[in-house]
């Protein structure tokens, strides 16, 4: 199986990643557009790629400008993938699984 097979050969995979897409492009208007709530857009993405956006921000820490921010960005698009992976393993090992038992 192929890499990116494995990230999108699952719904549940695609999902997330979709999720991860409009989370993703809502922050950028809410950035963009400003507004009361423009401060903590950025939290939304980082929650939805958890547990490695944890890693996101000590890494855009090293780099300062607006390579501090490319780099952000780029940790929580490797985490998504990584999150993706990991949905991927589990929804094969499940599907596994109950082949085995029937």
């Known amino acids: 199986m192929n ?3 494995f990230l999108f050969g699952n719904w549940f995979a695609r ?18 557009v400003g507004g009361e709530d423009a401060n903590l857009a950025g939290v939304w993405l980082i929650l939805v790629t958890l547990p490695g956006s944890l890693l996101a921000s000590p890494v855009s820490g090293l780099v300062t400008g607006q390579l501090s921010t490319v780099t952000f ?17 589990l929804v094969h090992a499940v599907s596994r699984l109950f082949r085995s038992r029937a």
């Open 73 to 89: 960005f780029c940790a929580l698009a490797i985490s998504a993938l990584i999150n993706a992976a990991m949905i991927s393993l």
């Open 15 to 32: 999902a997330y990643l979709l999720l991860v897409a409009v989370v993703a492009v809502s922050v950028f208007v809410i950035l963009e």
């Open 3 to 5: 890499v990116l097979g």
